[in-house]
């Protein structure tokens, strides 16, 4: 129960990827030059028909922590203006808007969205974005689900509220909205239109069981004249015939611009349409339903153990896949060493307030959540 770590390949991605694979080796530069966009292409629309955007939007990447890197190093902010995010992010969104201040004279301010988080609210969380943004601050950067706790927020909610601050703001002072949204990706229904962000980036080697080593980074209209790009990329041909021409060759950005360059791992990225499909075959509703359903069972099966607290909401609508809980009396490693050794593969959540996770998703049965349950009874 750890796919909020990393996936095992799905058959259909296995075998996608053991196809491209075999004919790379068979001979590389000819699948490549024969196939490459093609298929690059088909990876990107197929993460941009799931996000419900057009693919001109999506830039591949190779995980969240590449997608957070570039977007937020890459923003044109300056002296005078900051970046806004929270206690309960990631280390990657924390060190990305290092990089992106230390290199601009940009300032980042952190709040927290809830004192505890047993009372966290949606409404709560909103009205505590809305009091701290200031005429200077230019990105909000926030994660959908927690990984800290499993905290879902809400991001439709919050993205409305901004829309408010920014109609009373010229363009260049819009508040943007970036996304770490690596732990609702796969789980929820969200287009990228009801989340309402201007980045959303997601690794899709967890909850999508895509290929490892891939990712997106999904980019508003607002938000590709918002950033500079990092790498130079291999995706948009039209780079390479006018450098070659000796022509002027900078570009307005798009989700290929903005594609970090460079030959690929490409048998996985082109795998990852399969990944899609697959999430569009089983339908979208009932992969949400069927996460939140065995989520919620195993908080409830925690819940009743004596000695074990159960962190993450119960509600579905602040919560997602994650399940996040303590042990009294024991530390994190100390329960997830032991429930290794009763053939439960849990985390422990890499914050400074750590909590074990276990993260249940539409490859579990119910009767995996109950075994789980009753290894944790089985260790206190
Ligand atoms: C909130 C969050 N963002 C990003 C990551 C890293 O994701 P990736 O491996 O796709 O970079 C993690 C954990 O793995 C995470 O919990």
Known sequence: MSTMLITSHPAPVREAIGRHRDALDADPVAYLEENGTRLTEASRAAAASYLGMHPAHVALTDSTTMGVGLIYTGLKVGPGQEVLTTDEDYYVTHESLRHLTDATGATERRI????????????????????????????????????????????????????????GRDEQDHVLFGLDAVHGFGVETDSFFDLGVDFLMAGCHKWLFGPRGTGIAAISERGLGAVRPIVPTFD????????????????????????????????????????????????RAR?????????????????????????????????????????????PEEVVSRL?????????????????????????????????????????
């Open 112 to 167: 927290s969205l809830f004192d505890d988080i047993s009372e966290a609210t949606d409404g709560g969380i909103v009205q505590r974005i809305v009091d701290a943004i200031r005429p200077e601050t230019r990105l909000l950067a926030l994660t959908w689900v927690h990984s800290s706790t499993g905290l879902k927020i809400p991001v439709g909610s919050i993205a409305v509220a901004l829309q408010e601050i920014n109609a």
């Open 340 to 380: 290794r050794s009763r053939s439960v593969v849990a985390s422990v959540a890499p914050y400074p307030s750590a909590h074990v996770r276990l993260t249940p998703s539409i490859r579990n049965s119910e009767a995996e959540i109950e075994a789980a349950a009753r290894a944790v009874r089985s260790i206190i």
């Open 236 to 283: 948009d041909a039209r780079v390479f015939s006018r450098w070659y021409a000796g022509e002027d060759y900078a570009l307005s950005n798009n989700g290929r611009t903005l594609t970090p360059g460079g030959f690929k791992d490409f048998e996985h990225r082109w795998a990852l349409a399969e990944a899609f499909a697959l999430h569009e075959e089983i339908g």
């Open 287 to 331: 992969v949400a339903e069927r996460t939140h359903t065995l989520a919620g069972d195993l908080k409830d099966a925690l819940a009743g153990i004596r000695g074990v607290s159960v962190v993450t909401p119960r509600q579905p609508g602040l919560s997602a896949g994650i399940v996040c809980f303590d042990v009294e009396g024991l530390e």
